[in-house]
């Protein structure tokens, strides 16, 4: 079974609004997720590192204003998209690394988010 | 900075033939894992294969075989009499094995496979 959950796995939100995907490990502690973000059609590109209990990472060119990303346990984070525009629209996927297995890297189901 | 190159945007075949999907790396760092995913339709990214760069022993399983060429950089995979279950799409990633530090994967642009009944 799932690993790595996300809810919800699609959400319909309208422009302006503020809407925050969960992605949680069910069988491990991750100290370490990840965020990813996939345009139709192209690959995924890494959005942020979310540390358990610090502040995230994010990659160039990703505003941290924009992607609020908290992970205040060791089996949550959230990745809230404020204000929403269609812009966002996209699939968001999680990472969570076990790190009792090395290099073993679980992904979610993935969040398709539709903003109109 | 690594880069994963997946030249081959689109791939259609006739079920039961047998396709190679080809994946390049490039790392300046001795110690990494490559990874090989398949995504459906449906989104989710479904695991393959992880190797790591010490280990160049290719690798079989089932339908599915892999070819890990650190002189070429290469880590191309087969599937053997393809089926209309294997279109999706398969990506070809890299991660450095960095320690305490963050396995952040580096994917190629993905190749688009269907098998055509």
């Known amino acids: 079974g799932a690993v790595v959950s996300q809810h919800p796995s699609r959400v319909i939100c309208k422009s302006g609004t503020s809407v925050k995907i969960e992605c949680r490990s069910l069988d491990f502690q991750a100290t370490t997720m990840f965020w990813y973000r996939q345009f139709p059609k192209k690959s995924l590109m890494l959005m942020a590192t979310s540390n358990e209990g610090s502040k995230a990472t994010y990659e160039q060119g990703v505003e941290k204003d924009k992607f609020l990303i908290n992970h205040a346990s060791l089996t949550l984070s959230t990745l809230t998209v404020t204000s929403a525009h269609p812009e966002d629209s996209s699939f968001y996927i999680c990472?969570?690394?076990?790190?009792?297995?090395?290099?073993?890297?679980?992904f979610g189901e993935g969040s398709w988010l539709t903003v109109v | 900075a690594q880069k994963v190159t997946q030249a081959q945007t689109e791939i259609s075949v006739v079920e039961k033939e047998d396709v190679t999907l080809d994946c390049v790396y490039e790392?300046?760092?001795?110690?990494?894992?490559l990874f090989w995913y398949k995504q459906p339709p449906s989104g989710e990214l479904v695991f393959l294969i992880r190797?790591?760069?010490?280990?160049?022993q290719n690798e079989i399983s089932g339908r599915y075989s892999w070819n890990f060429q650190k002189s070429t950089s290469s880590f191309n995979f087969t599937i053997t009499a393809s089926q209309v279950v294997d279109s999706a799409v398969y990506f070809c990633?890299?991660?450095?094995?960095?320690?305490?530090?963050?396995?952040?994967?580096?994917f190629g642009k993905g190749t688009l496979l269907t098998v055509n009944p």
């Open positions: 190797r790591n760069s010490f280990d160049e």
């Open positions: 790392t300046r760092d001795t110690t990494y894992y």
């Open positions: 990472s969570a690394r076990d790190p009792w297995l090395p290099n073993t890297i679980y």
């Open positions: 990633a890299l991660t450095l094995n960095s320690g305490g530090s963050n396995y952040k994967l580096t």
